[in-house]
């Protein structure tokens, strides 16, 4: 199957979710108020991050599938076996560590009021539950990615998701607002989730072959999932720390100030994400190193040169898009905020490609070693900056964090050939951008701002897209006119 078709599953299949959510986070403010939103968020932080616990056995899995891909269905069956008794294992650990990290924040340095705080705590076992049926559908998800079948993961991934932001909404609206409702409404979604994902696996990666878990395919898995842990890990703790940090140095309403522009910010990241996802079975199951390179680096300019208009017309129109969405529920600040992170994702979204490269090319000690030592500067950054500027801060910090990040992705992984400066053009129109569009009074100014910017990187955008895909959409643009025509 194609790589194209596969990253136009990989869109779509985050696309619908980010259509529902749209509709679904005013409905929250509205039902749940913005206070008990902000400990949703943070309970959505707590399993996203220690979802880490799979130790990184999603990705080694989906590896391993790949690299089976012409071996017998026993082969692939041992890993999987092996693969999702481990997870389970772990899965369990990590909720007992995520109820003990959860009971202490919430009873501690979170600024909630004593109802609220009770109902948060009473809801703890319900968050720690979800949490291992969410582990051990990831590593079902990476096998299924590993035999490339997109179409029913993606499939899977959009009911899902759709279900879990609409569930919580229903019983909010028949039962009331109480965390301990919203919370069991997502652990029937997971569970429902995981049990489908099971059968697909079944018949796609096992063939209904089973097979007694590996003692040497298990040291094989963990040997590589060990410095993706570390990845998966401290990654995520860098992206997620300015949350614990607005809400201990400010107050849950500030984190749904920060959180709700983030979400909408990281939405971003479906662009070079789904072209990744796409890209890593076929460069893991790749001989030709050179060649993986190579796709590699065309993968990175496709993705800068869709996502540079997008950002740019993001930054102009985040003020009148968040007061139509929201009608000004968040303040200003939120308008700052996804304005600055828009940037970071771009950044971000730049590493992508060289980051998948080095783990399909079974070197995810490199990326860990560069996060491990991104941590320290990034927590002191964090800290100085959330306490000057508070969410503002925190956004600054993390787009500072991740000009750094890929600057140091590209280095590893295409050495000499590094070409960000390519995208030196794009990005300092951004930086113009958030100031300028600040300063623009309410008028029809911010529109025609937009639409400059928007044409300045979409010129930059055709000059610097692989001329494989300019000749593609060329051709497919040609064909299209003819057809209409004919």
């Not at 968020?41 to 989906?62: H, K, N, P, Q, V």
């Not at 879990?164 to 039962?175: E, F, N, S, T």
């Not at 076929?282 to 040169?305: D, F, I, P, W, Y």
């Amino acid at each position: 199957m194609s790589l194209g078709r596969n990253a136009t599953y990989n869109v779509v299949g985050q696309v619908l979710p980010l259509i529902v959510s749209l509709t679904a986070v005013p409905l929250y403010l509205h039902l749940v108020g913005v206070e008990r939103y902000g400990v949703l968020a943070i309970a959505w932080m707590l399993l996203g991050y220690f979802g880490m616990f799979d130790l990184g056995l999603t990705r080694a899995l989906l590896q391993r599938i790949a690299s089976l891909r012409d071996s017998t269905p026993e082969a692939r069956a041992q890993a999987f076996w092996t693969a999702v008794i481990a997870s389970g294992i772990m899965a369990v650990v990590g909720a007992v560590l995520m109820y003990g990290v959860g009971h202490w924040y919430i009873t501690g340095p979170f600024q909630i009021g004593q109802e609220l705080r009770q109902e948060a705590v009473d809801a703890l076992p319900l968050l720690a539950l979800v949490l291992p049926l969410g582990i051990i559908w990831g590593v079902l998800n990476g096998a299924l990615l590993g035999r490339e079948r997109f179409l029913e993961f993606n499939a899977i991934s959009v009911v899902t998701t759709v279900a879990a932001q609409l569930a919580p909404i229903a019983v909010a609206l028949l039962h009331g607002p109480r965390l301990s409702g919203l919370l069991g409404a997502s652990l029937v979604v997971q569970l429902v989730a995981l049990v489908v994902s099971f059968l697909f696996c079944l018949r796609y990666v096992t063939e209904g072959h089973r097979a007694a878990p590996s003692r040497g395919e298990a040291v094989a898995l963990f040997r590589y999932g060990g410095w993706i842990t570390v990845s998966a890990s401290v990654a995520p703790l860098m992206s997620l720390l300015d949350r614990f940090l607005i809400g201990s140095l400010a107050n849950a309403a500030a984190v749904a100030t920060y959180a709700v522009p983030a979400q909408l910010a990281q939405r971003l990241n479906i662009i070079p994400n789904s072209l990744s996802n796409a890209l890593f079975p076929k460069l893991s199951a790749e001989q030709n190193r050179a060649h993986a390179t190579a796709v590699s680096h065309t993968s990175t300019r496709a993705a800068g040169a869709i996502m540079a208009p997008l950002v740019i017309g993001g930054i102009c129109l985040m003020g009148p898009f968040l007061a139509l969405w929201l009608r000004g529920a968040l303040g200003r600040d939120a308008v700052t905020v996804g304005q600055i992170l828009l940037i970071g994702w771009w950044l971000n979204g730049l590493a992508a490609s060289p980051f998948t490269l080095l783990q399909a090319d079974g070197r995810p000690r490199a990326t860990g070693l560069l996060h491990l030592a991104e941590l320290p500067a990034y927590c002191a950054l964090l800290w100085c900056l959330t306490l000057m500027w508070g969410a503002v801060g925190a956004a600054l910090a993390f787009s500072i964090r991740c000009a750094i990040d890929s600057l140091a992705m590209h280095l590893l992984a295409f050495g000499r050939r590094l070409d960000l400066v390519v995208f030196a053009l794009p990005t300092a129109l951004m930086i113009v951008a958030v100031p300028l569009v600040g300063a623009l009074p309410i008028s029809p100014l911010p529109l025609a701002t937009a639409a400059a910017a928007i044409a300045i990187s979409s010129g930059w955008a055709w000059r610097v897209v692989p001329p494989s895909v300019r000749q593609s959409l060329i051709g497919r643009a040609s064909f299209l006119l003819r057809r209409r025509h004919a």
